[in-house]
């Protein structure tokens, strides 16, 4: 299958690791990966803070970016689902119905990475190597906005050499929260620090996520507090091989 990856800016400018091993795994697989050059961001941060005409033509970038391909993956929950749930919403509060109706179209065909796999391309097992303790944190996003549901723990019990522990209080969020955790900053620190008592107590190594947002918001606190316990991306550990 010809996959175009939607590597999200947050991504890009941060974790620009998480989007090579997407290329990685899915090749691995036997996909063709294709990078559109042309793309910026999906306007979440915008939509978020009220700015939606701003929105506008980063919606109209994206439908017209990624027109071209059936499949679009996209390694965050959170832009995944500003695509799906908002893009045409947004394109109806600007008054363009036409493209709402393009966003519409796009939106099936994006497909944030767990569900590429499991959904799209029928595999749980993609062949990963993980020796180390690991929990998992669902995001806010894909627990609600995507309903990712298993389809993460489903393709981590899979990985060889992983040690699985379940996270108590797991669907608590994390207080990352994009702009809320600028707005509120407060809140934000101690619902991170339930979060990291919490990851603590499994005695994980390594917490998993399909945010990297909410993951370095997670890992400023582990840090902070000089645990070891590191943050890697749902796609690093199912890229990673011995």
Do not use: W
């Not at 919403?89 to 590429?116: F, I, K, Q, W, Y």
């Amino acid at each position: 299958m010809r996959v175009a990856l939607f590597v999200t800016c947050f991504n890009d400018t941060l974790y620009p690791g998480t989007g090579k091993a997407v290329v990685t795994l899915l090749e691995r697989l036997g996909h063709e990966v294709v990078f559109p050059a042309a793309q910026t961001c999906c306007g979440q941060m915008h939509y978020n803070t009220g700015y939606d005409r701003e929105c506008g033509p980063l919606v109209r970038d994206f439908v017209k970016t990624f027109q071209p391909y059936d499949a679009i993956v996209v390694p965050s929950a959170s832009c995944a689902g500003m695509i799906r749930e908002n893009h045409a919403r947004v394109a109806r509060t600007v008054g363009d119905d036409a493209l709402a109706e393009e966003a519409g179209r796009t939106a099936p065909r994006v497909h944030e990475l767990s569900e590429l796999l499991i959904d799209v391309l029928g595999v749980e097992d993609v062949g990963a190597y993980f020796p180390h303790r690991v929990t998992y944190h669902p995001t806010c996003h894909s627990l609600r906005a995507l309903g990712l549901g298993e389809r993460p723990l489903r393709l981590l019990r899979a990985v060889r050499g992983i040690d699985l522990v379940e996270l108590p209080d797991a669907a608590e969020c994390c207080g990352f929260g994009g702009t809320f955790a600028l707005k509120n900053p407060d809140v934000s620190a101690a619902m991170g620090a339930d979060k990291v008592a919490r990851i603590r107590q499994t005695g994980a190594e390594v917490v998993c996520a399909a945010d990297n947002s909410c993951l370095a918001h997670i890992g400023g606190l582990l840090s902070r507090l000089r645990t070891g316990v590191r943050t890697v991306h749902l796609a690093e550990i199912l890229a990673a091989t011995e």
